[in-house]
């Protein structure tokens, strides 16, 4: 790690809200939290302070080009039935999740809720280099060839099956396959407690299961521990 270089990211949450209308009436509304650095005077809180102001500006981008059609579609449909106006809410958050070492991991989360359905919720995880200001790949965190995928995956089906035994949980029945199929090395944040990876929404569970989460504990599995990571970072993806 540079001298000098940060060790942890003092942030504050920089928020938006926007509505759109027909004909007078809101049929979408969207607010957005993402955070920012702050003071944002060195290179590495300034490239984190302007990804995520893009982050912002894509997701009210998103909403515009992409909600706005359907929430007008829904606010016309039951228009003509005589039906309740509906009006469709999005949001998009962030949660800090580990912040030392030089290492600063969260995840940004957005919810759709409409009249009808279950929300929908798309979650992104984020780890960052405070020293070099750019993002950590997954495999940085294990040695080469350790086979960190394979390892993962296993972690996950062995908790999927305890859950399921205790009924704490409910998955798809071709859950291995999906879950091979879907797995994402972009999809981790870090936590206090360990090396954090999930998959979206529906793609091994029912809307009701939310998103799935799964932790690999530090000090397990040839895990190394966040600040640790040595000057050359890369490893195999598995």
């Known amino acids: 790690m540079a001298r000098n270089s940060l060790t942890e990211l003092h942030t504050e949450p920089f928020a938006a809200e926007r509505e759109w209308t027909v004909e007078d009436i809101p049929v979408l509304t969207a ?28 997701y009210l981008r998103y909403c515009e080009r992409w909600l706005l059609p359907q929430a007008e579609t829904a606010y016309r449909e039951a228009l003509a039935a005589s039906a309740p106006l509906p009006c469709l809410r999005a949001e998009l958050r962030y949660e800090i999740t580990y912040n030392q070492g030089g290492l600063w991991s969260l995840y940004t989360q957005s919810r759709e809720t409409a009249a009808s359905g279950p929300a929908l919720l798309t979650r992104r995880g984020d780890t960052w280099d405070l020293a070099g200001g750019y993002p950590v790949e997954l495999s940085a965190f294990f040695p080469p060839r350790s086979g960190w995928k394979k390892m993962l995956l296993a972690l996950a089906a062995e908790e999927i099956q305890r859950q399921e035994s205790a009924g704490i949980s409910r998955y798809h029945e071709g859950w291995r396959r999906a879950m091979r199929r879907r797995f994402n090395a972009q999809n981790y944040y870090l936590t206090e407690k360990g090396l954090t990876f999930f998959f979206p929404m529906y793609a091994i569970a029912p809307p009701v299961e939310g ?22 970072r890369e490893g195999e993806n598995s």
């Open 31 to 58: 607010s957005v939290s993402v955070p920012q650095p702050v003071p944002a005077q060195d290179r590495v809180s300034r490239r984190i302070r302007r990804y995520y102001q893009l982050q912002c500006r894509t």
């Open 211 to 232: 998103i799935p989460v799964f932790t690999l504990p530090y000090g397990t599995a040839r895990l190394r521990l966040p600040g640790l990571l040595p000057a050359d």
